[in-house]
């Protein structure tokens, strides 16, 4: 089975930085994108940011410049570098990744089970 851990969340004041880690575990043949996507109270679920296998990104308009997507192929490890935090910010993030488990099976789309940001003074 495929697992998607995301760490990195808590408590911190506006102005301030996070950064989040999401690393993918299990049967996987290959990754194609990764990205992060949020989900305030009583709203949807939201992208964030995203990140190809060969290191083209994606935005949010509302997280350009402050936001930085990276990731580790070698570890199966995606990372959200937040820098200039906002109230506006705090939601929970989930991880996503799109995998294939092998080489003949169609890729397919998998989630972690999110980490709260809670950007408050």
């Known amino acids: 089975q495929v697992q998607l851990v995301e760490s990195g969340g808590g408590l911190v004041q506006p102005g301030g930085s996070l950064r989040l880690s999401c690393a993918a575990s299990?049967?996987?043949?290959?990754?194609?994108?990764m990205g992060w996507y949020r989900q305030a109270p009583g709203e949807q679920r939201d992208l964030v940011a995203t990140?190809?296998?060969?290191?083209?990104?994606n935005y949010a308009d509302s997280v350009k410049g402050r936001f930085t997507i990276s990731r580790d192929n070698a570890q199966n490890t995606v990372y959200l570098q937040m820098n200039s935090l906002k109230p506006e910010d705090t939601a929970v993030y989930y991880c996503?990744?799109?995998?294939?488990?092998?080489?003949?099976?169609?890729?397919?789309?998998?989630w972690g089970k999110g980490t709260l940001v809670t950007v408050s003074s």
């Open positions: 299990g049967r996987i043949f290959s990754i194609n994108a």
């Open positions: 990140i190809t296998n060969h290191g083209s990104t």
């Open positions: 996503s990744a799109v995998i294939r488990v092998r080489l003949i099976s169609p890729a397919g789309d998998y």
